[in-house]
């Protein structure tokens, strides 16, 4: 089955967005597809499950369900200005002043997330605000209840019913940045500092659970609605390709390395709250629910915040949350936008021709040539490269440096062909980097390392980044033989959801029991002994920090930060040799 990837559309300001009716006919496009591919009739679909990328939100007309607004991606970060604004701003410091102290007088977990949080860019409720800003008749129109707001997985199921189910699931409303994931209830307070009317919120019902009935579409049958195929599972891509991973236990770890990496820690049935860009958010939820139960949203265009039903605010009373899972989350933007990078600029044309790339940069030493002439990739959002290009690279020093799509390359000027070898590795290993980064800051708060990491993704494909990340970050790496995560993590929701598993693990047993058998040649890394060496040169490694001074800045002083701990984290892998890879 090919893929129907929907144009982006980006401008220099940020902006990232995609044409809702783009997405809604490559998904119609994608089920057609499916529907050959397996060769079989619609009539022998037991049920559907929807598994998206998250964070990504538009406005629609309630009564004709015309688009309003465009989809604005999570890579959106025309709202960075408004995110740092809102931080610093004297209301909300004070509610993070009152969740530490609530924290320390009650030892609570939902008081320390309080005040751990941070708007960032993200986060859909940052760029809904700044959308409602940017165009003041949305917010007149949001109050009069003639708008539905909702993330991907909202429009499609909005459009798959009819306009009959309005709705989404715990693991998508969690990570939204306006949900409670503790209490499970959309954030009145958070609401209210955006600004953000409650009745344009969707109902939030468990991921595992009955949504309606195909309407439109492909597998369609408003004509006859005996033959109508249910919808029973919802669920983020994330946690999705986590449940796939069969990662249900305490202290499990996946890494999803996509457009951005996602790395999922599990929590078990309490949500852990954590410093430091960890936050909880819900993996997982059954309901038991009745076909008549299905969540439905009436249309009365006379509708106020003021008369929103409770079902909107909150997960319906009526649904009983079974088998709840948390996470904790740790998130970088830069993976696949690195390789889409790379590709572009003609490095590589095929993921087999990269890892050739990378495999002959052993043969020629370029690990001690990157480390001998200071040269590393640091990833940076977009913005901070746009606002501060000026003051990232002190020119006096006559260091060499360009632009990734990401971050800046130091100690390059991508005139040689050598330097599109070291290019190359430099974007790959700060992927490994990133994830060191991200465990240590999990163990730091916890005290808890897994004891293996398993991964997935695109990026996942190659070998060699597996092999140098299980150096850099002390632990096994296993890659599974299992395509498409996030599908199949649909595809277990739903099977819940319509009663064909009595329950997730009986789901990712039945099917690792399957598909184990079908993938016990593709490789997995396993390093027994990649424990990071303490030994290393530690005045050489501030030789190499001390050489990149950029001028004086705030951002400026965390690039320095970062070049150190990627010269650290380097020199520690170098001594080691490869103990190859294994065959599951």
Same mark, same amino acid.
């Given at each position: +089955?090919?893929?129907?990837?929907?144009?982006?559309?980006?401008?220099?300001?940020?902006?990232?967005?995609?044409?809702?009716?783009?997405?809604?006919?490559?998904?119609?496009?994608?089920?057609?597809?499916?529907?050959?591919?397996?060769?079989?009739?619609?009539?022998?679909?037991?049920?559907?499950?929807?598994?998206?990328?998250?964070?990504?939100?538009?406005?629609?007309?309630?009564?004709?369900?015309?688009?309003?607004?465009?989809?604005?991606?999570?890579?959106?970060?025309?709202?960075?200005?408004?995110?740092?604004?809102?931080?610093?701003?004297?209301?909300?410091?004070? +509610?993070?002043?009152?969740?530490?102290?609530?924290?320390? +007088?009650?030892?609570?977990?939902?008081?320390?997330?309080?005040?751990?949080?941070?708007?960032?860019?993200?986060?859909?409720?940052?760029?809904?605000?700044?959308?409602?800003?940017?165009?003041?008749?949305?917010?007149?129109?949001?109050?009069?209840?003639?708008?539905? #707001?909702?993330?991907?997985?909202?429009?499609?199921?909005?459009?798959?019913?009819?306009?009959?189910?309005?709705?989404?699931?715990?693991?998508?409303? /969690?990570?939204?940045?306006?949900?409670?994931?503790?209490?499970?209830?959309?954030?009145?307070?958070?609401?209210?500092?955006?600004?953000?009317?409650?009745?344009?919120?969707?109902?939030?019902?468990? /991921?595992?659970?009955? #949504?309606?009935?195909?309407?439109?579409?492909?597998?369609?049958?408003?004509?006859?609605?005996?033959?109508?195929?249910?919808?029973?599972?919802?669920?983020?891509?994330?946690?999705?390709?986590?449940?796939?991973?069969?990662?249900?236990?305490?202290? &499990?770890?996946?890494?999803?390395?996509?457009?951005?990496?996602?790395?999922?820690?599990?929590?078990?049935?309490?949500?852990?709250?954590? +410093?430091?860009?960890?936050?909880?958010?819900?993996?997982?939820?059954?309901? &038991?629910?009745?076909?008549? /139960?299905?969540?439905?949203?009436?249309?009365?265009?006379?509708?106020?915040?003021?008369?929103?039903?409770?079902?909107?605010?909150?997960?319906?009373?009526?649904?009983?949350?079974?088998?709840?899972?948390?996470?904790?989350?740790?998130?970088?933007?830069?993976?696949?936008?690195?390789?889409?990078?790379?590709?572009?600029?003609?490095?590589?044309?095929?993921?087999?021709?990269?890892?050739?790339?990378?495999?002959?940069?052993?043969?020629?030493?370029?690990?001690?040539?990157?480390?001998?002439?200071?040269?590393?990739?640091?990833?940076?959002?977009?913005?901070?490269?746009?606002?501060? &290009?000026?003051?990232?690279?002190?020119?006096?020093?006559?260091?060499?440096?360009? #632009?990734?799509?990401?971050?800046?390359?130091?100690?390059?000027?991508?005139?040689? /062909?050598?330097?599109?070898?070291?290019?190359?590795?430099?974007?790959?290993?700060?992927?490994?980097?990133?994830?060191?980064?991200?465990?240590?800051? #999990?163990?730091?708060?916890?005290?808890?390392?897994?004891?293996?990491?398993?991964?997935?993704?695109?990026?996942?494909?190659?070998?060699?980044?597996? &092999?140098?990340?299980?150096?850099?970050?002390?632990?096994?790496?296993?890659?599974?033989?299992?395509?498409?995560?996030?599908?199949?993590?649909?595809?277990?929701?739903?099977?819940?959801?319509?009663?064909?598993?009595?329950?997730?693990?009986?789901?990712?047993?039945?099917?690792?029991?399957?598909?184990?058998?079908?993938?016990?040649?593709?490789?997995?890394?396993?390093?027994?002994?990649?424990?990071?060496?303490?030994?290393?040169?530690?005045?050489?490694?501030?030789?190499?920090?001390?050489?990149?001074?950029?001028?004086?800045?705030?951002?400026?002083?965390?690039?320095?930060?970062?070049?150190?701990?990627?010269?650290?984290?380097?020199?520690?892998?170098?001594?080691?040799?490869?103990?190859?890879?294994?065959?599951?």
């Amino acid at each position: +089955m090919e893929l129907n990837p929907v144009p982006r559309l980006e401008r220099p300001d940020g902006a990232c967005e995609l044409d809702p009716e783009a997405v809604w006919e490559s998904f119609c496009k994608l089920l057609d597809e499916a529907l050959q591919d397996a060769e079989i009739n619609p009539d022998r679909i037991n049920c559907i499950g929807i598994s998206v990328q998250r964070n990504s939100l538009l406005l629609w007309d309630k009564k004709t369900s015309n688009p309003r607004t465009r989809v604005i991606t999570w890579q959106d970060t025309r709202s960075l200005d408004l995110a740092k604004k809102l931080n610093h701003s004297f209301i909300f410091r004070s +509610m993070k002043t009152a969740g530490h102290m609530l924290y320390w +007088m009650t030892h609570q977990s939902r008081f320390k997330a309080l005040a751990s949080y941070h708007f960032k860019t993200a986060l859909a409720c940052i760029r809904l605000k700044y959308l409602l800003n940017e165009k003041p008749k949305l917010i007149d129109e949001c109050r009069k209840g003639l708008l539905c #707001y909702g993330c991907l997985e909202t429009w499609l199921l909005w459009r798959l019913t009819g306009g009959k189910t309005f709705a989404t699931d715990v693991s998508c409303a /969690s990570v939204t940045g306006m949900y409670d994931s503790f209490s499970r209830k959309w954030s009145r307070p958070i609401l209210a500092s955006l600004g953000i009317p409650a009745n344009i919120l969707p109902g939030v019902y468990p /991921s595992s659970y009955y #949504y309606g009935t195909v309407q439109n579409g492909p597998l369609g049958y408003s004509s006859n609605p005996s033959l109508s195929i249910p919808i029973t599972g919802i669920i983020g891509d994330a946690q999705a390709a986590t449940l796939t991973e069969n990662c249900l236990s305490p202290f &499990q770890a996946k890494l999803t390395l996509g457009t951005g990496m996602f790395l999922n820690l599990i929590s078990g049935s309490r949500a852990l709250a954590l +410093m430091n860009g960890f936050y909880p958010v819900i993996g997982w939820a059954s309901g &038991q629910a009745y076909f008549d /139960s299905v969540p439905t949203f009436e249309i009365d265009s006379t509708s106020s915040s003021s008369e929103s039903p409770s079902s909107v605010l909150s997960t319906s009373r009526s649904v009983h949350l079974d088998n709840l899972t948390y996470l904790v989350e740790g998130f970088y933007p830069h993976a696949g936008t690195l390789i889409d990078w790379l590709k572009s600029e003609n490095i590589f044309s095929t993921y087999s021709e990269l890892e050739e790339i990378l495999y002959s940069g052993d043969q020629l030493g370029l690990d001690e040539k990157a480390t001998r002439e200071n040269i590393f990739y640091i990833p940076l959002l977009r913005n901070t490269l746009r606002n501060h &290009q000026n003051t990232l690279v002190d020119e006096k020093l006559n260091r060499k440096s360009f #632009y990734g799509p990401d971050g800046l390359v130091i100690g390059l000027d991508y005139s040689k /062909s050598a330097d599109k070898l070291l290019v190359a590795r430099v974007f790959i290993e700060s992927i490994a980097f990133c994830t060191k980064l991200m465990l240590e800051n #999990y163990r730091k708060q916890t005290r808890i390392s897994p004891s293996i990491l398993y991964v997935n993704g695109n990026v996942a494909r190659s070998n060699w980044l597996l &092999q140098r990340m299980s150096n850099t970050i002390g632990i096994p790496v296993e890659r599974r033989g299992l395509e498409e995560c996030s599908c199949l993590g649909a595809a277990i929701v739903a099977g819940v959801g319509a009663g064909l598993w009595p329950s997730f693990f009986a789901a990712t047993d039945s099917l690792h029991k399957r598909l184990h058998s079908e993938a016990n040649s593709l490789p997995s890394v396993d390093i027994n002994d990649a424990n990071l060496n303490k030994r290393n040169n530690k005045s050489n490694s501030h030789e190499l920090y001390r050489r990149f001074m950029p001028e004086s800045s705030e951002i400026c002083i965390s690039i320095k930060k970062r070049y150190h701990i990627w010269s650290h984290l380097r020199a520690s892998y170098l001594p080691k040799t490869s103990t190859g890879l294994k065959l599951v």
